[in-house]
């Protein structure tokens, strides 16, 4: 019987290290041995904690203009360009944004980020469907809404002005009705189909549905010059144009028992029309139960049987709507569980522990923060570190492996987050292998090993032995055997058998050279400050250990 029964006790090495890498871009060794004496409560105060640095965009050196000035791209500040100063402005600057929540997000301790991407992949657009300052508002809201209302989030979507064009809603007119936003968020965004039982007939909702949720979207327009913020948010938001509005009540069906909304007079009704729609669709139980399977794949583990559609999902669900759809309740109480750590069955480490495998963020992203990578500054090198997230290893290694960031390949998202039966296995095949497998190579020769610049300076380097000295990751760096046991203890997310460990210590480090050499030539490492010996044989072992099945999981 899978168990939504709090974990009981402190956490430990491996069940801390499983919390952190699921819910957090950012992987380290200290933080995994800060958890590990904590209970999961305790540790799940510090994850999900939001994340309020950075909240204004940073200013960036501009390198398509010829004197490199600074550029305020979003924020014009006295003194500085304005954004409509720059040649190829939406191109240059859209790719600014999404460097600068690259950045951000590599930096964040916590969820934020982590949720950040969930609820894109949850109501996903395109960053080329709307000039760069709509890029960010989208963003922005994204992050207003990591943990709070679904309920909320979903309506305040509606009127985002980067869904809007997105999904073409400034064609959804009384006179020209488009569907197309009607249908997702119906489909993809909230309550989904269900089985189909019958022409134009699901179980969720029917095609007459979508015709009258088009109705209720009628005029609701972008406002790309930004003229219109959200009271709540304080985000720039689209607007209600009346003239385009499809007048008159509209009438639901069965599904939806028969629900009439009652149609706006005027321009000042037509929120209220939309808040009335999202009610309709949250009354539905099938909405909440969507979003806790989604949760579920997203954080837990991507095969959802009998048993924990009724043990897991079912209660969150019923959590999710005791709450009124807040969602901090609902993830708080699956990260807490016996189930989420593997611990409610007589087999722990048979599922969920190392079960999913990493996206290219994960892949990325934990490996840059477990080797104590950052690169430049944004406050201080700008120009530096937007070319690290843009033409080095973030921008360009996840664009060939299947993840071009906020550009997803269509509506429904990134195929390793939804599509049925692979998901997570959709970031390791043919055709992404070569881009994850360029990862360490790339930390270690600080040089791009793929994509466009290739051998061109990448922003960060890992000088593997002067960080094993000093990182505090290795606690014994003389003893060969204590080296690579720290590696695999904190690098994989299981305990690796002892044929395995033999492979990593033996044949990898040592090369069948007797340990004492290894304790020779670190000592000479020591006194002369030549690594090129040690050199050797630690990138051989970090080449093995993140080329391993088990690194690419998590």
């Known amino acids: 019987m899978a168990s939504l029964s709090p974990l009981q006790g402190t956490l430990g090495t491996r069940r801390a290290a499983h919390l952190l890498r699921r819910t957090t871009f950012r992987y380290t060794r200290s933080k995994v041995d800060q958890l590990s004496n904590q209970t999961v409560s305790q540790a799940l105060n510090s994850i999900l904690l939001k994340y309020n640095q950075h909240l204004e965009q940073p200013i960036y050196d501009d390198p398509a203009s010829p004197d490199n000035e600074n550029v305020t791209w979003i924020l014009p500040l006295p003194g500085k360009t304005k954004i409509d100063e720059l040649p190829n402005q939406e191109f240059v600057l859209r790719r600014y944004v999404l460097s600068w929540w690259s950045d951000e997000a590599l930096r964040d301790p916590g969820i934020y980020h982590k949720m950040v991407i969930f609820w894109h992949q949850y109501m996903a657009v395109s960053n080329l469907s709307n000039k760069s300052t709509g890029v960010f508002d989208y963003l922005s809201l994204l992050r207003w809404g990591a943990l709070g209302n ?39 965004f909230t309550i989904l189909k269900g089985e189909q039982v019958g022409p134009g007939d699901y179980t969720n909702y029917t095609e007459d549905d979508i015709v009258e949720g088009a109705k209720v979207l009628t005029g609701c327009r972008a406002v790309t010059d930004r003229s219109v913020v959200d009271d709540e948010t304080g985000i720039p938001r689209g607007d209600y144009r009346y003239n385009l509005h499809t007048k008159g009540d509209k009438t639901f069906s069965e599904r939806f028992n028969k629900t009439v909304i009652k149609g706006a007079a005027n321009t000042a009704e037509m929120p209220a029309e939309l808040d009335d729609y999202v009610d309709m669709i949250f009354a539905q139980p099938e909405t909440a139960k969507n979003l806790c399977r989604r949760l579920y794949r997203f954080f837990v583990h991507k095969t959802i049987s009998s048993e924990i559609e009724t043990d897991i999902i079912e209660p969150l669900a019923n959590t999710l709507i005791a709450n009124n759809f807040e969602v901090l309740p609902v993830i708080q109480k699956l990260l807490k569980s016996e189930h989420f750590f593997d611990a409610d069955d007589s087999d722990n480490a048979d ?137 695999l203890n904190y690098m994989l997310p299981e305990a690796v058998d002892n044929d395995r460990f033999n492979y990593f210590y033996d044949t990898v480090f040592l090369d069948h050279l007797p340990p004492a050499d290894w304790s020779y030539e670190w000592q000479n490492y020591l006194n002369s400050n030549d690594d090129s010996e040690v050199k050797i044989a630690l990138e051989r072992l970090i080449n093995a250990i993140m080329y391993s099945p088990e690194y690419q999981t998590f």
Request: hydrophobic share 40%.
């Open 150 to 188: 679904f309920k909320k989030l979903a309506r305040k979507m509606i009127m985002d002005n980067t869904m809007l064009l997105y999904l073409n809603n400034h064609q959804n007119t009384l006179n020209n009705p488009n569907e197309n936003f009607a249908r997702e968020f119906l489909e993809l």
């Open 351 to 487: 599922e969920i522990i190392g079960g999913l495998i990493k996206s290219p963020l994960e892949l990325v992203y934990q490996s840059l923060s477990f080797f104590n990578l950052s690169p430049a500054d944004p406050a201080t090198e700008p120009g530096a570190n937007y070319l690290f997230h843009e033409f080095g290893l973030a921008q360009r290694l996840f664009a060939l492996a299947n993840y071009s960031p906020f550009n997803p390949s269509d509506v429904a998202g990134y195929p390793g987050f939804y599509q049925d039966p692979d998901y997570s296995r959709a970031w390791f095949n043919s055709s992404t292998i070569i881009a994850r497998y360029k990862v360490p190579a790339a930390l270690l020769s600080g040089r791009r090993t793929i994509g466009s610049g290739v051998n061109q300076p990448l922003g960060v380097k890992l000088d593997i032995a002067p960080w094993v000295k000093t990182s505090g990751v290795i606690t014994d760096p003389n003893d060969p055997y204590v080296l690579v046991q720290d590696l």
